[in-house]
């Protein structure tokens, strides 16, 4: 996808939710966040020769700070996030710079995606399609969150999440495998 199809999709899932333009473009603080790294991201991904990419992604850099500081979402250039992204309030969003996030996943505020373990296992989650992250969801180490997956509010995930899965708790455990539709 293009990078106007990418933020085109993002606006669209936000305006899914109920919120007119001038909200969405505005008002919405996960929306700045993810404009900015949408633009990011893709001079991160596009300028690779030196000096010209220190020269480009320096001021992306000081956005990305201004961005942060404003919502208290970080979401680095170097992330990978699919398209119909969703953050659905502001505040306390964290993603690793080694992140990869499907399709139209929905994260809500106080989420952490970070890296934990040791040795082999040492690294960052890789989250599919169509995942639902509930509100102060800490995902942690070299594991895998399946597409359709639902991740409860407080739970702590440090083991992989099957398709379909839903759970919840610290640590958490499979509950169910009704999938986080309804929730996306």
């Not at 969703?86 to 306390?92: D, K, Q, R």
């Not at 995930?157 to 499979?174: C, H, Q, Y």
Request: charged content about 10%; overall charge positive; hydrophobic content about 45%.
């Amino acid at each position: 996808m293009t990078l106007f199809s990418l933020i085109r999709s993002d606006y669209r899932k936000y305006k899914k939710y109920g919120a007119n333009g001038f909200v969405i473009l505005f008002l919405t603080q996960g929306f700045w966040a993810l404009f900015q790294y949408r633009i990011a991201h893709f001079f991160h991904q596009k300028v690779r020769i030196q000096p010209f990419r220190m020269l480009v992604m320096l001021p992306m850099y000081v956005w990305q700070k201004g961005v942060e500081i404003m919502t208290g979402i970080s979401i680095p250039a170097s992330a990978q996030i699919g398209h119909s992204f969703y953050m659905a309030h502001f505040g306390g969003i964290i993603l690793n710079s080694n992140t990869i996030i499907g399709n139209n996943c929905n994260i809500s505020q106080g989420v952490t995606i970070g890296v934990s373990g040791l040795g082999v296992k040492r690294g960052v989650p890789i989250i599919g399609n169509n995942v639902y992250i509930g509100a102060n969801a800490v995902i942690a180490g070299k594991i895998s969150i399946s597409d359709n997956s639902l991740i409860g509010a407080c739970s702590l995930v440090s083991s992989d999440v099957p398709e379909n899965g839903v759970v919840v708790g610290v640590p958490a455990i499979l509950v169910s495998n009704k999938s986080s539709k309804g929730y996306i």
